[in-house]
Each structure stands twice: as C-alpha cells, then as structure tokens.
C-alpha cells in the first residue's frame, strides 16, 4: 500500500510536536519534501543544544527509518524513501556534529548502502576518511542503531 499524505503527515505530527504549528497547515507540507527541509533545521538544532537534545535527534531518525520502511510510490514528489535520502542522508556529511555522530543511530551496512549519497557532496578522499571515522567510533559503540 502506497503512504498517503495523511499517513507520512499523520506520523510526523505524532512525533514532533515543536512543529506542530507548522503540521496542522497542510499547505506548509505538500510533500515530504518540504517536511524534511523543517526536520533537517530540527536535526541542526537539537545538535547545537547544550546537551544535544538526543531524543529529538532519535526520533527525527526513527523517522527516517519509518519512512525508509514505507513502499515506494514511483513518484519522487512523494516517495519517502527519495525525500529521506534526499532531505536527510546526503546532507550528513555537510554538518559536522551531525557527522561526528552518525556512528549512534547507523549500522555500517546503512552507512554502505548510503555510500552514494554521502558522496554527493564529497570527493573520494573525503568520503573515505567521513568512513574510516564513522567504522572507528562504530567499533567502540554498543548501543542500537536506528538506521539499519
């Protein structure tokens, strides 16, 4: 079955209430696109508190993982898998708080698989040392991932 708008729409409301006022206007979110422009700038926040806000940060990837989950629509404009990638893991590598964690919430078989996507905006050297570090910091981590 191919998510509806309401599906996608109906689960990030149940899991972001900082933007509620923002989720209730349909016209803010046309796509998941759009969606992921406003989690993106939550994903940058939450690292930039002081502590990071580590639950808002799980569930912006427990997010991407339910959306990764989801069948794809054969329409970039709403398939979530796409608007993920797009809105979220190609632009891992651009933020380095982001990417210096990456190890907690991503399996190395994730990280390989997004290979392509983490490239996009990095040369062969820097996308092999972005994954020489992620492997390091993954081998001394023992927690979950959320991204597998």
Known sequence: MVP???????????LFPELESFLFQPQFYDSPHALWIDLLYLLHTAYDAQ???DDLIGRIYG????SFEQPDTEDSETDLSD????????????????????????????F???????????DD??????????VRKKKTYSGPSILF
């Open 4 to 14: 509806t708008h309401n599906d996608w729409l109906s689960q990030a409301r149940g």
């Open 83 to 110: 608007a993920t990638a797009i809105g979220l893991i190609e632009s891992i590598p651009l933020d380095r708080k982001v990417s210096d964690d990456l190890y907690r919430w991503m399996t190395v078989e994730a």
């Open 63 to 66: 997010y991407a993982a339910w």
């Open 125 to 134: 050297e820097a996308y092999h040392a972005f994954r020489a570090e992620f």
């Open 51 to 53: 502590p990071s806000n």
């Open 112 to 122: 390989d698989g997004f290979e392509n996507l983490f490239r996009y905006h990095l």
